[in-house]
C-alpha cells in the first residue's frame, strides 16, 4: 500500500522553478522592449549630451516612482520596470523554494533557504 505523499516531489519542484525563472524571463524582457521602443518614439529625436556622465534620474530611483512612470507609460519607467522585473525572477524562485521545502517538510533546507532570501531582500532594500 501506498504512503501518503507530502509536499511535492524534487521533479515537479524542479519544472516549477525551471518555468518560474522561463516565465520571469521572457516577461521581463518584454516589457525591457516594450520601455525602449517607447522610449525612442518619446525621446528618439534627442541629441545625447555626452560632456558629462549622469546617473539615474531621481523619478527612476525608488519603486513608486518606478511604478507611477511606467503606468503612465514613460519609456525609462517602463525600461526601469522591466529591469526590476528581471532582479525579482530569482528572488521570487528562492521564496517559492522555502514554500516547497515547507511542503516537502525538509527543515533543514527551509532555515537555510530563509537565511538566503533575508540576505537576498536585504541587499535589495538596503537596510545596512
Known amino acids: 500500500m501506498e504512503q501518503p505523499r507530502h509536499g511535492w516531489t524534487d521533479h515537479e519542484v524542479e519544472q516549477f522553478v525551471g518555468n518560474l525563472l522561463r ?29 558629462k556622465s549622469r546617473g539615474e534620474p531621481e523619478t527612476l530611483r525608488s519603486l513608486s516612482d518606478i511604478l507611477q512612470d511606467a503606468l ?5 519607467g517602463v525600461i526601469q520596470l522591466g529591469l526590476l522585473l528581471l532582479v525579482a525572477t530569482p528572488v521570487s524562485r528562492v521564496a517559492f523554494s522555502v514554500l516547497a521545502f515547507a ?4 527543515r533543514l533546507y527551509v532555515v537555510i533557504t530563509l537565511v538566503v532570501l533575508a540576505i537576498l531582500v536585504e541587499s535589495l532594500i538596503g537596510l545596512h
Do not use: C, H, K
Not at 511542503?103 to 525538509?106: A, I, K, V
Open 23 to 51: 516565465a520571469g524571463v521572457l516577461i521581463s524582457a518584454t516589457v525591457v522592449l516594450l520601455g525602449a521602443l517607447l522610449f525612442l518614439f518619446q525621446s528618439g529625436n534627442a541629441l545625447p549630451n555626452y560632456d
Open 103 to 106: 511542503l516537502q517538510r525538509d
Open 72 to 76: 503612465s507609460l514613460d519609456g525609462e
